[in-house]
């Protein structure tokens, strides 16, 4: 009589667990997955586990560690290359991206469930958090100086670029856009905007009143008035002196 043999147990390591974690943190959510859920991913009790993390909060710390791990090692040697400033931000735009393209589950778990953290966790990840956006800081402070990058906050110049880049990870299809395509686009909205042939200046409030908004035209329209008025005072003074001229 065959008996049915117990399902074989996976493979545990410390990035096993890791990327386990956060697959089910990213499917069922962080506190709806328990460390039993984790441990039966791996066939075992979960008990067993603690050879391995102390807790879920470690788990998820680890999470963010991982992250940021991949995404320093491809950006931190870009950003301190001597390349011009404007291909150094267009590269870390491209390898920031690819990371985001590659570990959207991470990312996902990361952004949603940074609050679930302990404090003194919390405190390390936004330290790393700030180094890592110093590398993009530096970056435009550079291009700044050597007028490259035009004159602004960079702080904000990074927050969006980031919060542009970190977006994809709720809508990337790698079916629909490749990372690449997705990259290089990004990238050319960083350097030029979305506007076709025009120079922007930044975004404006916009006026409070029609007579507010009307006041730049009609301040224009009248020194337009007055230069024509000029010329054709010229214009006759010139036609009095051509007519003088050729009469006498």
Not at 88 to 115: N, P
Not at 173 to 199: C, H, T, W, Y
Request: charged share 30%; net charge negative; with cysteine.
């Amino acid at each position: 009589m065959q008996t049915n043999s117990p399902p074989a147990q996976r493979t545990v390591s410390h990035d096993a667990l890791v990327k386990v974690a956060a697959e089910l943190f990213a499917r069922r959510g962080y506190r709806a997955t328990t460390l039993d859920d984790i441990a039966a991913e791996f066939g075992l009790k979960r008990a067993s586990l603690y050879h391995y993390i102390k807790s879920k909060e470690e788990l998820l710390c680890e999470i963010y560690q991982e992250i940021f791990d991949q995404i320093e090692e491809d950006v931190a040697p870009i950003a301190n290359s001597n390349m011009p400033a404007d291909e150094r931000l267009r590269r870390m735009v491209h390898a920031h991206i690819r990371v985001v393209a590659a570990e959207r589950d991470r990312l996902s778990v990361a952004f949603q469930e940074e609050s679930e953290l302990p404090e003194v966790l919390r405190r390390r990840i936004s330290h790393r958090k700030r180094v890592y956006e110093t590398l993009f800081e530096n970056v435009i402070s550079d291009g700044q100086h050597q007028g490259v990058f035009r004159p602004g906050s960079v702080r904000l110049m990074v927050f969006g670029i980031l919060g542009m880049c970190n977006w994809m990870h709720k809508w990337y299809q790698p079916e629909k856009f490749s990372v690449d395509e997705a990259a290089a686009e990004f990238a050319l909205m960083v350097e030029n905007g979305i506007r076709s042939g025009v120079q922007s200046r930044g975004a404006w409030p916009r006026f409070a009143s029609i007579d507010e908004a009307y006041a730049p035209a009609e301040q224009a329209l009248n020194r337009t008035r007055t230069d024509l008025e000029q010329l054709e005072s010229e214009l006759g003074l010139m036609r009095a002196r051509l007519r003088d001229g050729l009469l006498n």
